[in-house]
């Protein structure tokens, strides 16, 4: 099923991978769920890092997608330990 995303905060962070020491990202915060009786339902929150150098909003939206995908793999997963 497919989700609606809301944006909620767009932010330049330093990166926090050892290879872009020194160098900034973009840190987008974002909700997705459903839209119920008129109202934004968020069933999941989560967020993004993508470089500053070069960052375009087209950029955003295939690395949500990537996010929610990778999340949804572990989604129901049960194991004794």
């Given at each position: 099923m497919?989700?609606?995303?809301?944006?909620?905060?767009?932010?330049?962070?330093?990166?926090l991978t050892p290879?872009?020491?020194?160098?900034?990202?973009r840190?987008i915060?974002?909700?997705?769920?459903?839209t119920?009786?008129?109202?934004?339902?968020?069933?999941?929150?989560?967020?993004?890092?993508?470089?500053?150098?070069?960052f375009?909003?087209?950029?955003?939206?295939?690395?949500?997608?990537?996010?929610?995908?990778?999340?949804?793999?572990?989604?129901?997963?049960t194991?004794q330990?």
């Amino acid at each position: 099923m497919a989700m609606e995303v809301k944006i909620i905060r767009v932010a330049k962070v330093p990166s926090l991978t050892p290879e872009r020491r020194g160098k900034l990202d973009r840190l987008i915060v974002y909700q997705a769920g459903q839209t119920v009786d008129g109202r934004f339902a968020p069933q999941r929150s989560g967020f993004v890092m993508l470089p500053d150098e070069g960052f375009t909003e087209a950029q955003v939206e295939p690395a949500i997608k990537k996010d929610l995908g990778d999340l949804s793999k572990l989604e129901g997963k049960t194991f004794q330990a």
